[in-house]
């Protein structure tokens, strides 16, 4: 059973920020004790976060028309 919620990628999103070289960059970004680090990183991981939910976005509409095209039935030419 096929489903719109785009587990494919928020797992590897999931995967990506937990790791550690992920769990690094948040670090740097957010919580870094030193005013240069945190103005390097955040916006690297800012643009980071945006390219993952983009992709979460893409294939939930990918998974949404798909099952929408199903619905309606597949004709053949």
Do not use: K, Q
Not at 15 to 25: H, K
Not at 31 to 53: C, K
């Amino acid at each position: 059973m096929t489903t719109r919620w785009p587990w494919i990628s928020m797992l590897v999103s999931l995967i990506l920020t937990l790791s550690p070289l992920g769990r690094d960059i948040v670090y740097s970004a957010f919580f870094a004790g030193e005013a240069l680090s945190r103005n390097i990183w955040a916006p690297i991981a800012l643009i980071i976060f945006a390219v993952m939910a983009a992709v979460i976005l893409a294939e939930w509409l990918i998974r949404t028309y798909i099952l929408n095209r199903r619905a309606r039935g597949a004709t053949t030419a």
